[in-house]
């Protein structure tokens, strides 16, 4: 496995090549796996160490990887439940790439949707991300200056 550094708009990534299959690269950037198309195949004599395991096509939509559990979903918040562990709930997924700017809750924190928990600068404009559910925030995933992708969960609530 191949490991490179990058630092981007200020932020540090260790991205880690775990396979190339034709266009398709699988790939951990800061320990979140992706799958990556590339524009053009890898010159394997070039590279060998990212000689692929095995062809296949790569002709599909890559997506970022699944993560590895999913989280239940929440009970209706008119129902009292016992406090839920810390990560457990809905995720608030990033609705664009972009650099945090602000996280305006705090784990713990009771919210309702379209309370505004995350600021998300993309394309040098700041965007409000709100809340799509109602209850308590139980885990923060990120932090002012970082970078993320579209899909990246943000938050738990739960």
Same mark, same amino acid.
């Given at each position: ?49 990212? +000689? ?8 599909? /939509?890559? %997506? #970022? &990887? *699944? !993560? =590895? +559990? ?8 008119? /129902?009292? %439940? #016992? &406090? *839920? !562990? =810390? ?72």
């Amino acid at each position: 496995m191949n490991t490179y550094k990058y630092k981007v708009n200020g932020v540090d990534y260790v991205v880690e090549i775990a396979d190339v299959e034709g266009r398709i690269a699988k790939v951990n950037v800061n320990g979140i796996p992706f799958e990556l198309e590339m524009q053009k195949p890898i010159n394997v004599a070039k590279h060998p160490s990212l +000689a692929p395991h095995r062809l296949q096509s790569a002709q599909q /939509v890559v %997506q #970022p &990887a *699944a !993560p =590895a +559990a999913a989280a239940p979903a929440a009970a209706p918040a008119a /129902v009292q %439940q #016992p &406090a *839920a !562990p =810390a990560g457990a709930g809905n995720p608030q997924k990033a609705p664009l790439p972009g650099t945090v700017i602000d996280v305006k809750v705090q784990v713990g924190q009771q919210v309702n949707a379209g309370d505004i928990v995350v600021v998300l600068e993309a394309m040098k404009m700041q965007n409000n991300i709100e809340a799509e559910y109602s209850g308590k925030v139980t885990s923060i995933l990120v932090k002012p200056g970082e970078t993320v992708m579209e899909g990246a969960v943000l938050l738990t609530i739960g």
